[in-house]
């Protein structure tokens, strides 16, 4: 299933520790198409780390940084956009995105989630009780499900998410 897929411009959505940037770069790899990185993209624009972007300036100061590159980013010809799981938040940004190409979701249960993220720097889980990761996790499930065209299964090894990756896109 190697080779240049039919379907050349992506977008990867989903809950933290749901395999974007994993499953980005591979796809980036075996596909050869360019990878753009929502979050490393702000952190290098920001010149520290999302959990500092946070400490430092707060969420909606990282939501414009976010967006921004978005922005930038669809301007691109093809490529995979590898998101933060948080992009769902604005309206704004999906319909960029959708403009770009294909939403896909890595639609993965909270359980595999939380064992992925148990040393977690994400600002927004860090010493979240179960109960509130749970709400929050409800709530943006909702969100990627509006706005994924294509929802592929993520709680599974790295190679079989590409496969049936390749296999959708072709
Ligand atoms: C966020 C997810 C993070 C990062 C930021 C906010 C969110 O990305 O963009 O901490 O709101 O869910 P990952 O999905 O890579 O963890």
């Known amino acids: 299933l190697k080779g240049v897929p039919a379907i050349k411009r992506l977008v990867l959505i989903g809950f933290s520790g749901s395999g974007k940037t994993t499953v980005g770069k591979l796809l980036a790899q075996t596909t050869s198409l360019p990878l ?55 309206e704004s940004n999906m319909q960029l995105l959708k403009s770009f190409g294909e939403i896909v979701w890595l639609k993965c249960p909270l359980e595999t989630l939380l064992s992925r993220l148990e040393k977690n720097d994400r600002p927004l889980l860090k010493n979240k009780d179960i109960l509130y990761i749970q709400e929050f996790f409800g709530r943006r499930e909702v969100l990627y499900q509006r706005y994924g065209d294509i929802t592929v299964n993520s709680d599974r090894d790295l190679p079989r998410i590409i496969a049936e990756l390749l296999e959708i896109l072709n």
């Open 36 to 90: 753009y990185s929502i979050d490393q993209m702000v952190e290098d624009k920001a010149g520290i780390s999302i959990p500092e972007i946070f400490e430092r300036y707060g969420e909606e100061y990282f939501r414009q940084l976010e967006s921004g590159i978005i922005k930038e980013v669809v301007e691109k010809g093809e490529g995979i956009i590898d998101c933060g799981g948080g992009v769902v938040e604005r």
